[in-house]
């Protein structure tokens, strides 16, 4: 079965694909622009222009997708900018109150890496199961 097929099967508009493909387009030129210049990844994929243009467009036609395995890809999207700024607050506040014994600015350093690092993954991975057609995974009930 061709791609376009399955995803007229499953109820998807090939525009609101598309339209999630340009999301993910933006979130991946926030990760550019972070690794191109002195900013952080992690920075500028909370705080950069594209990804909070991408945000706002995820919440404009959330509703739209609800229901359909392109669901999962918006809230993927939608939790991956605001987690980035919940652990960039944290690292931020931890780093702030060990500054005093001089290792703040390390804990920032390597936590603004990691979350650079975790950034790269969700969009590379949400952007690889949309190109397949695939919903992303659930988070685990609690």
């Not at 939608?78 to 500054?99: E, G, H, N, P, Q």
Request: hydrophobic share 55%.
């Amino acid at each position: 079965m061709e791609p376009e097929a399955s995803t007229a099967a499953a109820g998807v508009s090939r525009g609101l694909i598309e339209y999630t493909h340009w999301i993910y387009g933006l979130h991946t030129l926030s990760v550019l622009i972070g690794l191109t210049t002195l900013r952080s990844v992690a920075g500028h994929f909370a705080f950069g222009l594209p990804s909070i243009i991408a945000v706002v467009m995820n919440y404009a036609r959330r509703a739209e997708a609800q229901g359909t395995w392109l669901e999962s890809h918006f809230r993927w999207q939608i939790r991956t900018f605001w987690y980035s700024w919940l652990w960039i607050l944290l690292t931020s506040i931890l780093a702030a109150l060990l500054l005093i014994v001089l290792v703040g600015f390390v804990i920032a350093v390597v936590g603004f890496a990691l979350i650079g690092i975790w950034v790269i993954y969700r969009v590379a991975r949400g952007w690889l199961a949309l190109r397949d057609g695939r919903p992303m995974p659930l988070p685990a009930a609690a």
